[in-house]
């Protein structure tokens, strides 16, 4: 902690990957939602020409300069995904496929050219690939600052409507709002997370950004707003999570410990969150069946009480393991049925039902039936 | 054109087929952004590989690299189950995940060798001649030749052996179930050639361009043809034109060769995308119009046989009232009138539309059809 007040890189660092987690977490839960999630990895490939075109049009490596390339070539893979899936048969993952394997393509060509280039300056340009977290100053972070507030004050401003656009685009055709442009501008607003990650993370990586916090809110929530804000947190915290890690163990490279930081929050989340966890899962089965399991033991001995004159006549344990094979099983539940005083052993070691067990019985039958 | 040429340009026709053969499935089962997942995700179980062996052209690299593969196949499969998180979000969690981790353990533990990250993506084609098969004093060639070799020829085998199977399982997976036919084993069976497909050739040409030569030309080859078959065959030419193509525009440009291969497939689609016969735009628009005048020439003999033998017939059917009624311009209905003529639906007797035996057929045929 007295580290990250006192060293000025890890603090711009810091500040750097924590926006980053923060606005990709945000706009991260928006494509999830919509089934966008492998967009982001599209997107992130395809603005490798586009850092790689800015950098020849301008000569500039100022990340504002790089990014607009960036986005603008992302936002086109965008557009041609969108035209292809439209204009013929191809399938969405097929167009997301070719189109992010052809742009890194180009991408590719066009960083080879700029290693020809006899301008010296190039180096730094394949950070983009795995990201240099460690090459981040403060005016990139500021870039960052802006665009990403930019983003996410839009998302707030457009709220109502990109949440009925996500997950009711029918319902918010029929209340006429301008359905095709808020699809635009929500894809654009996902650029934009994706562009301000790729320096920090890198091209390959920085789709879990956009997924691993989103799904991991998922885990906690039912409700937009607080899965937005969970997904925010959760991302700004992976961010400063893998600066802080990387630099206080050697040799470990912030963006792919970013993204190893995330998958742990959405394996945790998969197994703890309260409703939708597996492991809660897994426990409230079993408790349902348990009951279930000794509700059946309960039943059977009343129908078994039945025949005689009356409900409370005792029977020994064979005549219920006719029914129940699993002797432990049957044992157990009636021990568990007479710890609630439902049932009770006689001295000759037949069970019967106690009054109160007859009364639970009956109102069972009716639930049952009813 | 030297044996060093010769050998680069080999070796990428065979990494184009071997990639193109197993593709068309991922391609039709809307899986094309496995390969993707799974070309990043073999990073992990190369290093794995390397630890154990100390060797980097080890064979058992390439079964490494295909257990990480199919881990992800599995963990995809696995985490989609639990209904918790959508397929394309798991898709791009497992991978990004792999792959960092991937990153990390070269990052920390294989700094000093040639095992280099930016050489898993992008490959390098340029140096495939250097790294030869020596056999007993003899120079066998190119190594990548070899493996790449032996992995389209497995792809091949199995495709040729299971073809029928393969088939139904990817068109109607239901009814290969009903058959006996085990779609999952074949489904992974094909993952299992995926992976080692893409570990095999990531040496030579870098998982992006498997990505390309995996999604691209079976892409392509959808938009011209409707056969199962011939959509293979197409692919496996597509991708091997493809490949050369690349190669000489690379040595043109003196670019980066897979760059340029994953450029002409994107440049195969796009032609194909205008020009194809029956999928392509330019297709789609020509029907279109075609449609347009073949519909207002419906709606003109129709309006017509309403109005024959009628009182009203001199008024109704004349060139300068289709304006009033059919709400057409001047110049639309003039071209109507023109294309029934010439297609011997109706006669012009001055301003006078008259219907031909024809004509007559034709209306009361669209009568009855709609």
């Known amino acids: 902690m007295e580290q990250l007040l006192n060293d000025y890189t890890l603090r711009t660092v810091t500040l750097g990957t924590a926006i980053l987690g923060a606005v990709s977490g945000a706009l991260g839960t928006f494509a999830v939602l919509r089934r966008q999630s492998l967009l982001g990895d599209a997107v992130s490939h395809a603005a490798l020409p586009g850092i790689g075109l800015a950098f020849i049009l301008t000569g500039s490596k100022a990340s504002l300069v790089l990014m607009v390339g960036a986005g603008l070539a992302g936002w086109f893979a965008t557009a041609i995904v969108l035209l292809i899936t439209a204009g013929t048969r191809v399938k969405y993952d097929s167009a997301l496929g070719l189109v992010l394997s052809v742009f890194f393509g180009a991408g590719l060509v066009v960083l080879t050219y700029i290693q020809r280039y006899p301008n010296a300056n190039q180096a730094g340009l394949d950070s983009f690939l795995f990201g240099q977290a460690a090459s981040l100053i403060v005016a990139d972070v500021i870039t960052m600052t802006i665009l990403g507030g930019v983003a996410l004050a839009a998302l707030l401003l457009f709220w109502k409507e990109f949440k009925v656009l996500a997950f009711d685009p029918e319902f918010a055709h029929s209340l006429v709002l301008p359905v095709r442009w808020l699809d635009i501008g929500l894809t654009t607003l996902l650029v934009v997370a994706i562009v301000i990650g790729l320096q920090t993370v890198g091209v390959v990586l920085m789709s879990a950004m956009i997924i691993a916090p989103a799904t991991a809110a998922r885990q906690w929530t039912d409700h937009l707003g607080v899965m937005t804000l969970v997904s925010m947190v959760t991302g700004a915290l992976c961010g400063v999570g893998g600066a802080l890690l990387s630099t206080s163990i050697s040799n470990l490279p912030t963006g792919p410990t970013i993204v190893v930081c995330a998958t742990g929050f959405v394996v945790i989340s998969m197994l703890f969150a309260p409703l939708r966890g597996i492991i809660w899962q897994r426990i409230r089965r079993t408790v349902q069946n348990r009951e279930l399991r000794s509700e059946s033991v309960l039943l059977d001995l009343f129908e078994l009480a039945r025949t005689h004159d009356d409900l409370t006549y005792p029977h020994m344990e064979p005549a219920l393991r006719v029914i129940h094979p699993q002797r432990g099983t049957l044992y157990r539940q009636l021990r568990r049925l007479q710890g609630k005083g439902l049932v009770q052993m006689h001295q000759n070691g037949a069970w019967a039902l106690t009054p109160d067990g007859v009364r639970v019985c009956d109102q069972l039958r009716k639930d049952r039936i009813g | ?370």
């Open chain 2, 1 to 370: 054109m030297s044996t060093f040429q010769l050998e680069i340009q080999l070796v990428a026709t065979v990494v184009a087929a071997a990639c193109a053969l197993p593709g068309t499935f991922l391609v039709l089962r809307r899986m094309a952004m496995m390969s993707d997942a799974i070309s990043h995700a073999i990073l992990p179980g190369i290093v794995v590989g390397f630890f154990l062996t100390g060797n980097l052209s080890s064979p058992l690299l390439i079964l490494g690299g295909a257990a990480a593969g199919l881990l992800t196949v599995v963990l995809v499969e696995w985490i989609r189950k639990t209904n918790r998180v959508r397929e394309d979000a798991a898709i791009g969690l497992v991978f990004s995940s792999l792959f960092a981790v991937g990153v990390i353990l070269i990052a920390r533990f294989a700094r000093d060798i040639h095992l280099d990250t930016d050489a898993v993506l992008l490959g390098e084609l340029a140096f495939v001649p250097f790294d030869r098969l020596i056999l007993a004093g003899r120079d066998l060639g190119p190594q990548a030749l070899y493996a790449m070799g032996m992995a389209g020829i497995l792809c091949l085998g199995f495709i040729l052996l299971f073809y029928k199977e393969l088939k139904l399982a990817t068109f109607d997976r239901a009814l290969c179930a009903t058959l006996g036919f085990l779609p999952g084993i074949l489904h992974y069976a094909l993952m299992g050639l995926i992976s080692m497909t893409a570990v095999a050739a990531f040496d030579a040409v870098g998982s992006i361009l498997v990505v390309a030569l995996m999604v691209g030309p079976p892409v392509s080859a959808y938009l011209i043809t409707n056969r199962f078959g011939y959509m293979i065959l197409y692919s496996v030419a597509l991708g091997m034109t493809a490949s050369i193509a690349g190669y000489w525009i690379a040595h043109l440009l003196d670019a980066s060769i897979a760059g340029c291969m994953a450029v002409m497939v994107g440049v195969q689609f796009a032609v194909l995308f205008c020009i194809a016969p029956e999928q392509g735009v330019l297709a789609a628009w020509k029907r279109r119009r075609h449609q347009k005048w073949q519909f207002a020439i419906k709606m003109l003999v129709i309006h017509l046989l309403q109005h024959e033998a009628t009182p009203e017939a001199d008024r109704e059917c004349r060139m300068d009232h289709l304006q009033d009624h059919m709400a057409w311009e001047a110049a639309f209905a003039e071209g109507v009138v023109s294309r029934a003529v010439s297609q011997n639906f109706l006669n012009t007797v001055g301003e006078y539309l008259e219907l031909t035996t024809e004509g007559r057929e034709l209306a009361r045929e669209a009568i009855i059809h709609t």
